[in-house]
């Protein structure tokens, strides 16, 4: 899904770029996980174009079936944002 983007500029200096979130966010009498705010700082982390970054900079898989490195930086990313402490829980 293409988002559209707007760059604002005010007295000749560019702003960041603003994107719609592809997502709404309501007010539910459901239960729900505790951790259902970490959507909101994993657009943060596609906005800044991280993912795009540590696939530039780290290394790239060894075969042709492998991974990509931002899919496991961005789950790590995540799992620290959201409590975790150890690798053991993102399993």
Known sequence: MELTTT?????GEAMMTQTV???KLEVTNETITAH?????FGEF???LGLNALVNRNLPKPGSGAGYAPSAFVEPLILM???GGRSLEDLR
Do not use: D, E, K, S
């Open 21 to 23: 979130l592809p997502f």
């Open 7 to 11: 760059t604002y500029h005010q007295r």
């Open 80 to 82: 620290l944002h959201g």
């Open 36 to 40: 259902a705010g970490l959507v909101v």
């Open 45 to 47: 982390v596609h906005g």
